[in-house]
Nanobody, 126 residues
Framework: QVQLVESGGGLVQSGGSLRLSCVAS????????LGWFRQAPGMEREFIAG????????TYGDSMKDRFSVSNDNDKNTMYLQMDNLSPEDTAVYYC???????????????????WGQGTQVTVSS
């Protein structure tokens, strides 16, 4: 059974950076895809980026690639999200999730992801 735990959130000033981590327990097979999503209060959960575990192939949500970068470390069973030049609009709970049956590039739809972490809060002050 795969479990995911996010960390690295917190309070940061506008223009600052954070790096989130998502540690996976259980076996992550090379064909799985892991993704990052975020959800602000009253908003839909939004796709940020995804990565194919074995190849490192990545997909980004609209307008996300400029300031966000996803990567993984297979040896540590960890996925990362580097976030730069943050603004108050980036304030949200950030989640990681795993897609066991990705076809091609990592999916952008949250319904493709079966297992989710508990989330980590990111707050950006102006």
């Amino acid at each position: 059974q795969v479990q995911l735990v996010e960390s690295g959130g917190g309070l940061v000033q506008s223009g600052g950076s954070l790096r989130l981590s998502c540690v996976a327990s259980g076996r992550i097979l090379s064909h799985y895809a892991l993704g990052w999503f975020r959800q602000a209060p009253g908003m839909e959960r939004e796709f940020i980026a995804g990565i194919k575990w074995g190849t490192g192939f990545t997909t980004y949500g609209d307008s996300m690639k400029d300031r966000f970068s996803v990567s993984n470390d297979n040896d540590k069973n960890t996925m990362y999200l580097q976030m730069d030049n943050l603004s108050p609009e980036d304030t949200a709970v950030y989640y990681c999730a795993v897609d066991f049956y990705p076809v091609g590039a990592p999916h952008k739809l949250r319904t493709s992801y079966a297992i989710w972490g508990q989330g980590t809060q990111v707050t950006v002050s102006s």
